[in-house]
């Protein structure tokens, strides 16, 4: 099973267990041009404990959007989850923030760029926690529902129907932190492989 733990799915798996409060995970790649712990300053991260960005919107049919046994995967994923093995009350009861997904509504292969991902563990509590570790060591096995640990952090908190916050800016290629309101925007960070491979858009 270690061999399996490369790349991308090292940082849920070092979500998973370090005991670090506030969790930030950085892609590599990513040059920083602010202090990130401002983050953490932001409404929706003191009223949740999360901070997660959006992707580029991509319509194909794979990943969240994928033929899962006849039937789109994310769809598939929510009626049929074991919630009970979690502690979680039965029933099919997706978040208002789910169903207005790009993903749930068949336009986008995802919704989440996980090159900074913000996580308070205490706040997020065991069951988020054992949820995360089902989707990278037994899930991610039978389906691939994500490039690479995309969708593995928000899938977690959706699927234990604990609240999270996305930023409301599109691609986290770059990141406006907004101040008070007579203040500019500011870039926080940005995608260093974007800088030297962009993507026709």
Do not use: C
Not at 178 to 198: F, R, T, V, W
């Amino acid at each position: 099973m270690a061999s399996k733990f490369r790349s991308w799915w090292i940082k849920p798996l070092a979500m998973y267990y370090t005991d670090v409060r506030h969790v930030m995970l950085l892609d590599v790649d990513d040059v920083i041009l602010k202090d990130p712990a401002i983050v953490r300053s932001l409404d929706g991260y003191v009223k949740t404990g999360t901070t997660f960005f959006y992707d580029r919107v991509i319509t194909q049919r794979r990943f969240l959007t994928g033929n899962d046994s006849g039937e789109m995967y994310v769809h598939k994923l929510l009626r049929e989850f074991d919630y009970a093995r979690f502690n979680v009350s039965k029933g099919l009861a997706p978040s208002q923030q789910m169903l207005n997904t790009f993903a749930h509504r068949g336009k986008s292969i995802h919704e989440m760029d996980s090159s900074m991902v913000l996580i308070d563990k205490k706040r997020a509590g065991k069951t988020v926690m054992d949820i995360l570790f089902w989707f990278i060591t037994e899930e991610r096995f039978r389906f691939t529902y994500s490039w690479g640990d995309k969708e593995t952090f928000r899938l977690a908190f959706e699927m234990a129907r604990a609240p999270y916050f996305f930023r409301p800016w599109g691609v986290s290629v770059y990141m406006p932190v907004q101040g008070s309101d007579d203040e500019e925007a500011e870039i926080l960070y940005m995608n260093g492989k974007a800088l030297i491979d962009p993507q026709k858009v």
